[in-house]
């Protein structure tokens, strides 16, 4: 009985770490990461640390890339999903299972 509760808060633990090791990632590079351009368009987009073949690179965070949303070229930046609001967050994970 008493070994169940440790089992139990082990695996919590896991799944709890694993989720939050999953979420770093959707805003950590390299990887898919939620930008947003200059004109305030939020997509996701593959980002590499300092190797870019899709966009010119413009310093550490910031890039000069196709928006495909307002089907423009812009300057685009990585948003973390903590600065992203709710609506925003929401239309982001309809994306990402969509990707
Ligand atoms: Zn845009």
Not at 2 to 29: C, E, P, S
Not at 73 to 98: G, T, Y
Request: with cysteine; charged share 20%.
């Amino acid at each position: 009985m008493f070994l169940d509760i440790i089992v139990l808060t082990i695996v919590v633990v896991i799944v709890f770490a694993a989720n939050l090791m999953m979420r770093h990632k959707g805003y950590i590079v390299p990887g898919k990461t939620i930008v947003r351009c200059s004109k305030g368009h939020l997509f996701i987009t593959t980002w590499i640390e300092g190797y870019s073949l899709k966009a010119v690179r413009l310093g550490s965070l910031s890039r000069y890339q196709y928006c495909p949303i307002g089907k423009h070229w812009a300057i685009v930046h990585p948003v973390k999903e903590s600065a992203l609001s709710n609506d925003e967050r929401k239309l982001m994970s309809h994306h990402s299972k969509s990707l």
